[in-house]
């Protein structure tokens, strides 16, 4: 069993930044990788950023490239996600997940963090 733990989120204009940490906790951890996802009203879930745990590859979605940043610390088992240069549209709740063992199947969500940006 794997709990996680999301925070960071609040309200901010637009063109400001937030960061979100996503803590792991419930046993040894040594994930395959970490994601970030978010889910705006009325819409479905999107990827934002993943990184591999051992090798720490990234990836982003384009509506994010150049304004977020996706970090890992290993040794607290908590990955973040720093957004910068935040626009209305990136309002949404935002959730970690964790792929265990393989790059297919994400085995647990957090519950998630609001993230608000106003005009």
């Known amino acids: 069993q794997v709990q996680l733990v999301e925070s960071g989120g609040g309200l901010v204009q637009a063109g400001g930044s937030l960061r979100l940490s996503c803590a792991a906790s419930?046993?040894?951890?040594?994930?395959?990788?970490m994601d970030w996802f978010r889910q705006a009203p009325g819409k479905e879930r999107e990827f934002v950023a993943s990184i591999t745990w051992s090798g720490g590859i990234k990836y982003y979605t384009d509506s994010v490239k150049g304004r977020f940043t996706i970090s890992r610390d290993n040794a607290k088992n908590t990955v973040y996600l720093q957004m910068n240069s935040l626009k209305p549209e990136d309002t949404a709740t935002y959730y970690c997940a964790v792929r265990l063992y393989t790059a297919f199947n994400r085995d647990y969500w957090g519950q998630g963090t609001q993230v608000t940006v106003s005009s």
């Open positions: 419930g046993r040894t951890f040594s994930p395959y990788a």
